[in-house]
T-cell receptor, first 109, second 114 residues
Framework: SQQGEEDPQALSIQEGENATMNCSYK?????LQWYRQNSGRGLVHLIL?????REKHSGRLRVTLDTSKKSSSLLITASRAADTASYFC?????????FGAGTTVTVRA | DTAVSQTPKYLVTQMGNDKSIKCEQN?????MYWYKQDSKKFLKIMFS???????INETVPNRFSPKSPDKAHLNLHINSLELGDSAVYFC?????????????FGPGTRLTVL
C-alpha cells in the first residue's frame, strides 16, 4: 500500500471561499479515496474516484484525478465552518489503506 | 443508529495493565479493521478481519491481540500496556476486504497510559 502526500499541510480560508488541496502518490492505483476527519472524531469517507475516472462531484466537493501525473485534487466550494477538518487522500491498489499527514483546513467565520 | 460503534470512548489506565476495546458494526459488512492514530495524527492500520478471519496483521507488538467473535464484532485486547500505546484507536468496517471500497470509521477510543 502507499500513502498519499497532501499539499498544503495547512490551509486557512474565509467562510464562503473555495478550498483546494492536492495529493500526489507514487505508484499505479485502482482508486483514490478522500476522507475527512473533524477534530476528535472518526474519519468520514467523502469520495472514491476510480483510476479510469477523471473527475467526480459530490455536493460541494469536486475531485480530479490525473493518473499520468499521479495526482489528485479536492475542491470544496463555498466553504462553511463545518468544513474545518483534516482531509486525507488515500491512493489504493491493494488490501490496505495507508493514510498520510493530511491537509488541515480552517474555515474562518 | 450508529453504524460503527466503539467502547469505551476514553480509557485511562496505568502502565502494565491489560485492557480491551470493543467494536461493533451494524452495516452487515464482511471486513473490519483496527487503526492507531498517534499524536502526529498519522493513522496506521494494525489488523483486519474478513468474515472472522485475520487477513492483515501489521508489525504490531504481540501484546496486541484482536478477536472477532462474529462478523459484526472486532475487539482489541492489549496486554502489559506501555506509555507508547497512548493513542486514539479507530475501528472501521467495509463491505468487502481491500482498498477497493470505502471504509466506515467508528468515533475512536482515546487511550491514555500513565
Amino acid at each position: 500500500s502507499q500513502q498519499g502526500e497532501e499539499d498544503p499541510q495547512a490551509l486557512s480560508i474565509q467562510e464562503g471561499e473555495n478550498a483546494t488541496m492536492n495529493c500526489s502518490y507514487k505508484t499505479s492505483i485502482n482508486n483514490l479515496q478522500w476522507y475527512r476527519q473533524n477534530s476528535g472524531r472518526g474519519l468520514v469517507h467523502l469520495i472514491l474516484i476510480r483510476s479510469n475516472e477523471r473527475e467526480k462531484h459530490s455536493g460541494r466537493l469536486r475531485v480530479t484525478l490525473d493518473t499520468s501525473k499521479k495526482s489528485s485534487s479536492l475542491l470544496i466550494t463555498a466553504s462553511r465552518a463545518a468544513d474545518t477538518a483534516s482531509y486525507f487522500c488515500v491512493p489504493s491498489n491493494d488490501y490496505k489503506l495507508s493514510f498520510g499527514a493530511g491537509t488541515t483546513v480552517t474555515v474562518r467565520a | 443508529d450508529t453504524a460503527v460503534s466503539q467502547t469505551p470512548k476514553y480509557l485511562v489506565t496505568q502502565m502494565g495493565n491489560d485492557k480491551s476495546i470493543k467494536c461493533e458494526q451494524n452495516l452487515g459488512h464482511d471486513t473490519m479493521y483496527w487503526y492507531k492514530q498517534d499524536s502526529k495524527k498519522f493513522l496506521k492500520i494494525m489488523f483486519s478481519y474478513n468474515n472472522k478471519e485475520l487477513i492483515i496483521n501489521e508489525t504490531v507488538p504481540n501484546r496486541f491481540s484482536p478477536k472477532s467473535p462474529d462478523k459484526a464484532h472486532l475487539n482489541l485486547h492489549i496486554n502489559s500496556l506501555e506509555l507508547g500505546d497512548s493513542a486514539v484507536y479507530f475501528c472501521a468496517s467495509s463491505l468487502i476486504a481491500g482498498g477497493y471500497n470505502e471504509q466506515f470509521f467508528g468515533p475512536g477510543t482515546r487511550l491514555t497510559v500513565l
